[in-house]
């Protein structure tokens, strides 16, 4: 493998009874059929259960990465009170709560919000006493119906959105998006200060009006 970036070349001699410090295992293969036969436990003992938590969508960090979607830690609790659902009653019905993670937008709100009622509305729950079914628990027709999900429940879609060629408007090429960018963080950076001042001339032409 070629040196890649400003590192240092390799020139390790093997003094000191190097045999001693290389770790091995010859186990892989065993151990990945061990986990193999670990998970097809669990699915048989959770049926109909299903193998995995209902998680939320999330946008990857950072500027790189920010505009691709994929499966977060878990649902706020602002999200999950949207939905009409406790963060208590969540964790029992296989939702995933997070409540250290929070919502910088209002689009991820309502899409999480919209997954998990949509998850509600597939959900079927077993009464603990089939004699006296308590409020929120499925009928017996539906609990026969019930099939166990083994992969992601309500998977991340890539949609990708295609746009016919055509001619570039005299807007667009006007638009300055480096510019407009710049302007929006400016603004917002200095929108307190200007709030204050509109306040204390606010608060002087009052003065001077009495």
């Given at each position: 493998m070629a040196i890649r970036g400003n590192r240092v070349v390799p020139n390790a001699h093997f003094h000191k009874d190097w045999q001693r410090y290389i770790k091995t295992w010859f186990d892989q293969p065993a151990r990945k059929k061990r986990r193999h036969q670990k998970r097809a436990e669990k699915s048989a003992r959770i049926?109909?259960?299903?193998?995995?938590?209902?998680?939320?969508?999330?946008?990857?960090?950072?500027?790189?990465?920010n505009m691709r979607q994929r499966l977060g830690r878990g649902f706020t609790v602002e999200e999950l009170k949207?939905?009409?659902?406790?963060?208590?009653v969540a964790q029992t019905i296989g939702i995933a709560v997070d409540k250290r993670r929070k919502n910088r937008s209002v689009e991820s709100l309502q899409e999480n919000v919209q997954r998990l009622k949509e998850y509600k509305s597939r959900l079927i729950v077993f009464p603990i006493n089939r004699k006296r079914p308590k409020k929120g628990d499925s009928s017996e027709q539906e609990c026969r119906l019930a099939a166990q999900v083994e992969g992601d429940i309500l998977p991340v879609k890539k949609v990708s959105a295609t746009e016919k060629p055509r001619k570039v408007t005299s807007a667009e090429k006007k638009f300055a998006a480096f510019h407009t960018v710049r302007q929006a963080r400016v603004n917002k950076k200095l929108a307190p200060g200007r709030a204050k001042k509109a306040r204390e001339a606010e608060a002087e032409a009052k003065d001077k009006a009495k």
């Amino acid at each position: 493998m070629a040196i890649r970036g400003n590192r240092v070349v390799p020139n390790a001699h093997f003094h000191k009874d190097w045999q001693r410090y290389i770790k091995t295992w010859f186990d892989q293969p065993a151990r990945k059929k061990r986990r193999h036969q670990k998970r097809a436990e669990k699915s048989a003992r959770i049926a109909p259960r299903p193998l995995k938590k209902l998680r939320p969508v999330v946008r990857c960090p950072g500027a790189r990465f920010n505009m691709r979607q994929r499966l977060g830690r878990g649902f706020t609790v602002e999200e999950l009170k949207a939905a009409g659902v406790s963060a208590k009653v969540a964790q029992t019905i296989g939702i995933a709560v997070d409540k250290r993670r929070k919502n910088r937008s209002v689009e991820s709100l309502q899409e999480n919000v919209q997954r998990l009622k949509e998850y509600k509305s597939r959900l079927i729950v077993f009464p603990i006493n089939r004699k006296r079914p308590k409020k929120g628990d499925s009928s017996e027709q539906e609990c026969r119906l019930a099939a166990q999900v083994e992969g992601d429940i309500l998977p991340v879609k890539k949609v990708s959105a295609t746009e016919k060629p055509r001619k570039v408007t005299s807007a667009e090429k006007k638009f300055a998006a480096f510019h407009t960018v710049r302007q929006a963080r400016v603004n917002k950076k200095l929108a307190p200060g200007r709030a204050k001042k509109a306040r204390e001339a606010e608060a002087e032409a009052k003065d001077k009006a009495k």
